[in-house]
């Protein structure tokens, strides 16, 4: 754990703000400029793994060369004299998991389609730059402003993201075995179950369609706490599109059926996704 004042960069941490899997996150600020930022470090018992140190640092590289306003921006990067490697992102002090619990879990359909359209656009960018997220989810959103009607989201944590094109200049090749199962179970579709390593483009916009419904129905389409059983209602289990019958017209529940196809060549390209949620209401 980084104390306070500890050096970063050109950052000085302020506060720990949290510990996931294999990193810890702190609030931090330009030690001349000012400004706050967020600090994630790879936790040391992971740089011991070169596959993990290889995807944080790619993440670092991809969030600083891709540049959209629903993308979190890359800062910095670099290693602390200890060790571990580093990133600097813009802050967000909210993740869209916290924002759904303070609004009752769930949104108008006007602003799920705003919050969808503003993550379709990121994932357009991120696919034709041969890059594949594989963890689309609320936690991995954040918000940068929320009041009705006017939401604004960026997509984050490219930690789990897959490079379909040849390795780019600077990145570090990573070979994923075809057996490890990468991402998160409520969100993944049924050829994520089988293999991540094979995952192509049309596996976000099944998390998408996921998480449009999720913002819709205040829940999850598929539920349960064993691996097992929710890999099953991946697999074979039709969305239950009934539960937002009455929260969103035709098109959208025809469109997240489509994205939740079980075969990836089913599901709609994330140019028609776009199509949809761009149409003005009426």
């Known amino acids: 754990m980084l104390p306070p004042r500890t050096r970063v960069g050109e950052y000085r941490v302020v506060r720990f703000v949290a510990e996931g899997k294999t990193s810890t996150v702190y609030e931090g600020r330009h030690s001349t400029r000012g400004g706050t930022v967020a600090i994630k470090v790879l936790n040391p018992e992971w740089c011991i793994h070169p596959e993990v140190v290889a995807r944080f640092l790619n993440e670092a590289q991809t969030l600083q060369e891709l540049h959209h306003p629903h993308l979190v921006k890359g800062l910095d990067r670099g290693v602390l004299r200890e060790g571990p490697p580093f990133m600097v992102l813009e802050w967000q002090p909210e993740d869209l998991d916290r924002a759904l619990t303070r609004v009752g879990g769930r949104l108008p359909a006007r602003e799920c389609a705003q919050v969808v359209r503003q993550l379709a656009e990121v994932l357009a960018l991120l696919h034709v730059r041969g890059v594949v997220h594989r963890d689309l989810k609320p936690a991995n959103v954040l918000v940068a402003h929320r009041e009705p009607g006017a939401w604004r ?28 199962l990468l991402g998160t179970w409520d969100y993944m579709p049924p050829e994520q179950w089988v293999s991540a390593k094979n995952v192509g483009a049309r596996a976000d916009i099944y998390a998408l369609g996921i998480l449009w419904f999720q913002l819709l129905a205040g829940r999850l389409p598929f539920v349960g706490e064993e691996q097992s059983g ?33 075969k990836p060549e089913q599901r709609p390209s994330v140019e028609e996704v776009l199509a949809l949620v761009s149409a003005p209401p009426g």
Do not use: W, Y
């Open 230 to 262: 929710l890999m099953f209602q991946h697999v074979g289990k039709k969305p239950p599109l009934e539960l937002i019958a009455e929260r969103a017209p035709e098109s959208t529940r025809t469109m997240i059926a489509r994205m939740l196809g079980k």
């Open 153 to 180: 989201v960026q997509l984050a944590d490219l930690g789990l993201a897959k490079r379909l094109a040849s390795v780019g200049q600077g990145e570090l090749a990573i070979s994923t075995a075809g057996s490890a």
